[in-house]
């Protein structure tokens, strides 16, 4: 490869020829007319101060000469001039006193171009006057002029000659090297074009000893220092911990070949921030000399790196509360089971599940549930170890994680049952949400482990079992997991099974139990469920209505229910037995009445029934319709258009809010069996039972008591003024079949 430095001088060559002929040509134009000048001025000047010295030594001599009597002398000084004037002088001579006054006048024309020279005139040692001489210098001037003439013509002959034998020589290699250059740089400018088309990978290239010798337009960008400091130092210096990694990993260096592995991330701050850069080497290598250098392809990952970060923080904790989730904290269970088995330490995990949240969240709205989520996230991490793990596994449900409590089992039960306490006290203190000061508690589950081979799925639904024991036993408490709690928890999972099948199977009967009014008359019947088990037999609806109502299953039952009310209605109607004032009712779920197409549903399930008249009382629960109440108010009225009549189901157990019952458009009241059966022992029952019949009345509200099993209640709640009864002392509930029979065999009773 051609140097620059050497290029650069081939190229210079003609012009350096070039000059040098000039200046040749220039000196042989100029010296000849010069040294002539030169020699031709100095003798001729020579010459008239000789003639002018040998004229004025004449006067001196041969003339008397006083200050006074110039006049009377000119004419013999014109004689002693012409007398001592040289041959071949052809100069004009003036004599002139020592004031100035021309004595002896010039002789002939002046000269355009002359010479001229002077010499004193003496007497007595006294200077009386000078001689001047001046002679024409033409003949020097033409002759220089013809010399220069010839000069120029010789000097152009050369200059051509060498123009034309050296100069193009010269250039045309110059050319071709320059063409040779300019291919060589366009190929250059390709490559390092290539190299830095892109700003996301940085290319470093060093000799053996890692000097950088290429650094491109991406390093700059991505090291922040220009090329023009890097080129020629170490690479050791370019980045803190090159050097350690390069020392360290040399030999895998030079094993690497060109693949680019193995690569390696810088960490570093640019500008106050974080910055990651991947970093993948290889070796330069040519077949003829080996190993010659490396190569660094540098990225920068910053953002990969933060993409990824989020993305795993996504991935392992709750975006609410900012705790970790189920994911990281199974992880966690995992390594601290393992610890605990290998230094023989007992842990423990805790669920949390907080109180009738739902309550909250559905009252004043998502908002402020999320808020109180959050104070609730911070109450528990601000109350454990640092040691300790907090998570959100979803919804309002917490799980704490203490490892390596302590090898001694009583110990560690004592000291996780008083942390359990504190947790349950802190969460139970007055949040303030948006203004709104809330109180909620929690039901906290306790699994320790290790006891056994169980896994971290193993603890945490021991754990959850042990919670739902605390709910079960009135909240705000907190539970060990025992043995037994896991066979509770086992049966449950398999009548949830058996539930399913249930329904799959059509194992679900209606039942109905008559309803009376005041006269006894019969006025309804409500529609109840059983469960007719295949190995257990007949099951009660409060053995598993809880189950389905958690599972979500009991919207198939409702649905069954309905629709065995309304054919049923149909079928007597259409037989003469029943009059067209006869009513069903059907006591309805909270998770039905919330569903958005509820009304859509009694209507389609009306609208099959084909009946006249409806027919139709739904029974609902206080807490159903003042959890919504804008929602319920318009759900009801929409169906009361189509003759739906609605009922209070066990008014007194739930909120029984004076001014809610006002602004609902329900129909009937009906008192709650656990009112009505000590009423006529039990003075507050009695102020109760009374207090409802009276609120009835004055909303113009029918009232219907359930549980009557005596005639003296009978009689008693017939003189509070109550409209309907139903229980024992009438009739149990009845299967389709029976009640069909009882309405053919009694439509009014005699107690």
């Known amino acids: ?17 070039k000059r040098l002929s000039i200046a040749l040509a220039v000196l042989i134009i100029v010296m000849p007319p010069l040294g002539y000048w030169i020699i031709s001025y100095q003798h001729e000047s020579s010459h008239l101060e000789q003639s002018a010295e040998l004229i004025a030594h004449a006067i001196s001599k041969k003339a008397y000469i006083y200050p006074g009597e110039w006049d009377l002398q000119v004419a013999r000084l014109e004689h002693l001039v012409e007398e001592f004037r040289p041959r071949n002088l052809k100069a004009n001579i003036t004599v002139l006193d020592n004031a100035g006054h021309v004595l002896v006048p010039r002789q002939g024309q002046p000269f355009s171009l002359q010479i001229s020279a002077d010499s004193f005139i003496h007497s007595n040692d006294r200077v009386v006057g000078r001689v001047v001489l001046q002679e024409s210098i033409a003949g020097i001037v033409y002759t220089i002029i013809l010399i220069g003439l010839v000069c120029l013509v010789l000097a152009s002959g050369l200059l051509g000659a060498i123009n034309h034998y050296s100069i193009r020589g010269i250039q045309k290699a110059t050319s071709e090297i320059n063409q040779t250059h300019e291919d060589m740089h366009r190929q250059q400018m390709y490559l390092d074009g290539v190299l830095s088309s892109s700003r996301n990978v940085a290319i470093i290239a060093t000799d053996k000893e890692w000097v950088i010798q290429y650094y491109n337009d991406a390093a700059e960008h991505l090291f922040g220092r ?28 030079e094993m690497a070949g060109n693949d680019g592995k193995p690569g390696f991330i810088l960490d570093g701050q640019r500008d106050g921030q974080a910055r990651y850069i991947e970093v993948r080497p290889a070796t330069i290598t040519a077949p003829q000399y080996g190993l010659s250098g490396f190569t660094l392809m540098c990225t920068d990952v910053t953002e990969q790196r933060k993409v990824a970060e989020i993305v795993q923080r996504q991935a392992t904790y709750d975006s609410l509360t ?12 995992d390594k601290a089971l393992a610890t605990g088995r290998r230094h023989n330490h007992l842990g423990a995990a805790l669920f949390m599940d907080l109180d009738n949240f739902k309550n909250i969240n559905d009252s004043l709205g998502h908002a402020v549930g999320d ?7 911070k109450r528990l991490k601000s109350s454990l170890r640092e040691e300790d793990t907090v998570a959100r596994l979803g919804g309002d449900e917490f799980v704490a994680l203490l490892p390596e409590l302590s090898d001694d089992p009583e110990e560690a039960i004592n000291g996780v049952q008083k942390l359990a306490d504190k947790l349950r006290q802190t969460l139970s203190m007055p949040y303030v949400i948006e203004l ?18 169980e896994g971290p799925d193993d603890i945490m639904r021991q754990a959850d079992t042990a919670m739902y024991r605390a709910k079960e036993a009135g909240r705000n408490t907190l539970k060990f997991f025992l043995p037994s709690m896991q066979q509770a928890a086992e049966e449950k999972l398999k009548v949830l099974g058996d539930l399913r099948q249930g329904i799959e199977q059509a194992e679900f009967l209606a039942y109905f139990q008559p309803q009376f009014d005041a006269g006894l008359a019969l006025a309804g019947a409500e529609t109840l469920i059983r469960w007719q088990h295949p190995e257990r037999g007949l099951i009660l609806p409060n053995e598993f209505i809880p189950l389905a109502e958690e599972s979500g299953l009991v919207l198939e039952l409702g649905d069954y229910v309905l629709e065995a009310a309304l054919e049923g209605l149909r079928s007597w109607l259409s037989a003469g037995m029943v009059s067209p004032l006869f009513r069903v009712s059907v006591n309805i779920s909270p998770l039905q009445f919330k569903q958005d197409n509820f009304v859509h549903n009694i209507e389609y399930m009306l609208g099959n029934a084909g009946l006249e008249s409806t027919g139709l009382t739904l029974e ?42 006002k602004s609902l458009p329900v129909d009937e009241i009906k008192i709650d069996r656990s009112f009505v059966r000590d009423a006529i022992h039990n003075n507050r029952d009695a102020a109760l039972v009374e207090t409802i019949v009276t609120l009835a009345s004055r909303l113009n509200l029918d009232t219907i008591a359930e549980g009557v099993e005596t005639k003296e209640l009978y009689e008693y709640l017939k003189q509070l003024g109550c409209n309907a009864y139903q229980g024992f002392l009438f009739s149990k509930p009845l299967s389709q079949d029976e009640f069909r029979f009882f309405l053919k065999s009694r439509q009014h009773l005699a107690v």
């Open 1 to 17: 490869m051609i140097q620059a430095d050497t290029r650069q001088s081939l190229l210079g060559i003609p012009g350096v020829l």
């Open 436 to 453: 709104h000061t809330l109180h909620v508690t929690s039901s906290i589950g306790i699994s320790v482990f290790p006891t056994g081979e």
């Open 322 to 333: 900012d705790l970790p989730n189920r994911r990281l904290f199974k992880e966690q269970l």
């Open 620 to 661: 609902v629960t206080e807490g159903m319709l003042l959890d919504d109440i804008e929602s319920a108010v318009e759900k009801i009225l929409a169906l009361k258009k189509a003759g739906v009549r609605f009922s209070i189901d066990d008014f007194g157990t739930g909120y029984s809010s004076l001014a809610y019952l």
């Open 371 to 377: 808020a109180l989520l959050q104070e609730v996230a």
């Open 226 to 253: 220009p090329g023009h400091e890097v080129l020629g130092t170490s690479l050791y210096d370019l980045h803190d911990e090159l050097r350690k990694i390069m020392k360290e990993n040399r030999q895998i260096w």
